[in-house]
Structure formats: structure tokens, C-alpha cells
């Protein structure tokens, strides 16, 4: 499996900006497929972003798009998740994770049972 680390959350207020990071552990990611996922309180784990490693191509969920961009640094082996205009219902635990094959991202990121490596999370929180 592959080892993942997350960073990046924090407090803010709403319309501000925040962005994660997650490093992986494994020297390639080929054809593997990232993915951003957030969980808050009572609530069950959503996709909230996915790409695929191999073209670099993303989904973003109906609810983040066109405030979020997932972007991929290959030298660092690290993704990003840009969070702009922020909602207080944005607030959540916001883990990283991949699997190592590729498909299509819309289905995937529904998934989170599809991908075997996670990070440990980081809270985001925003005020209102």
C-alpha cells in the first residue's frame, strides 16, 4: 500500500481559501487514480475530487465545482486540493487516497470502499 500524508487544513472564515496537500510514499503513481474525500460530523464519507494520475484528468463533485481545483506536483509525488470561496458546510475531515488502477472518475469518487490507501486526515473548518 501506498503511504499518504495530508496537510494544510486549518480555521477560516467563509469566502476564504485554503489549500491540502497529500504526499505519497511510492516513487511512481503510473496509472493510479487520487482521490480527495471529506467526512464531517454524522455524516457518511463523500468524494469530493478524484485524478487520474496517468493524464492528469479530474471530477469534482457538484457541490465543490468551480471552487476547487485538485492539481498534482510529480517531482514532490504530491496532489493539492485548491478550496476557494469556502462554505461553513465545507467543514469536515478531509482525507486523501489512491488506488492503483484508473477507471472513470465520476463512479470512482462515489466509491471511497474502491481505494485501500488512506491518510490520516486533516480537519477543515470554516467559520461563518
Known amino acids: 500500500q501506498v503511504q499518504l500524508v495530508e496537510s494544510g487544513g486549518g480555521l477560516v472564515q467563509s469566502g476564504g481559501s485554503l489549500r491540502l496537500s497529500c504526499t505519497a510514499s511510492?516513487?511512481?503513481?503510473?496509472?493510479?487514480?487520487i482521490g480527495w474525500f471529506r467526512q464531517a460530523p454524522g455524516k457518511e464519507r463523500e468524494g469530493v475530487s478524484c485524478?487520474?494520475?496517468?493524464?492528469?484528468?479530474?471530477y469534482y463533485a457538484d457541490s465543490v465545482n468551480g471552487r476547487f481545483t485538485m492539481s498534482r506536483d510529480n517531482a514532490r509525488k504530491t496532489v493539492y486540493l485548491q478550496m476557494n470561496s469556502l462554505k461553513p458546510e465545507d467543514t469536515a475531515v478531509y482525507y486523501c487516497?489512491?488506488?492503483?488502477?484508473?477507471?472513470?472518475?465520476?463512479?470512482?469518487?462515489?466509491?471511497?470502499?474502491?481505494?485501500?490507501?488512506w491518510g490520516q486526515g486533516t480537519q477543515v473548518t470554516v467559520s461563518s
Open positions: 487516497a489512491t488506488r492503483p488502477t484508473t477507471g472513470r472518475l465520476d463512479q470512482l469518487c462515489n466509491e471511497p470502499d474502491f481505494f485501500p490507501s
Open positions: 511510492r516513487a511512481t503513481l503510473g496509472y493510479y487514480t
Open positions: 485524478l487520474s494520475y496517468s493524464d492528469g484528468s479530474t
